[in-house]
Nanobody, 126 residues
């Protein structure tokens, strides 16, 4: 059974940092493209960042460039999102998603994410 489990969310003041983690079970994460998404109340889920399974290429939404860093540890089957200089508008539920090997491309932002975690809440206070 494919599972993704996120952790690391919480309440932080503006300007603070959080590190989100995503652990995979039931599949070999190294073969999958991984993305972090977020959903704020009343808004659609949006891609925040992703990292390719092949060359480790990354993508960031413009609003987080320079503040967030995505990484992966294929040996530990983990993916991370380091979030610095957090802003209140970064608040939301953050989800880890994965793209099966057969569906991955060189542009992780264009891929279709088939597997999802349950999400972890991030709240940034002003």
């Amino acid at each position: 059974q494919v599972q993704l489990i996120e952790s690391g969310g919480g309440l932080v003041q503006a300007g603070g940092s959080l590190r989100l983690s995503c652990v995979a079970s039931g599949f070999t994460m190294a073969y999958y493209t991984v993305g972090w998404f977020r959903q704020a109340p009343g808004k659609e889920r949006e891609l925040v960042s992703c990292i390719n399974n092949s060359d480790g290429g990354t993508h960031y939404v413009a609003s987080v460039k320079g503040r967030f860093t995505i990484s992966r540890d294929n040996v530990r089957e983990m993916a991370y999102l380091q979030m610095n200089s957090l802003k209140p508008e970064d608040s939301g539920i953050y989800y880890c998603g994965a793209v099966p090997p057969a569906l991955t491309s060189r542009h992780c932002a264009d891929d279709e994410y088939d597997y999802w975690g349950q999400g972890t809440q991030v709240t940034v206070s002003a």
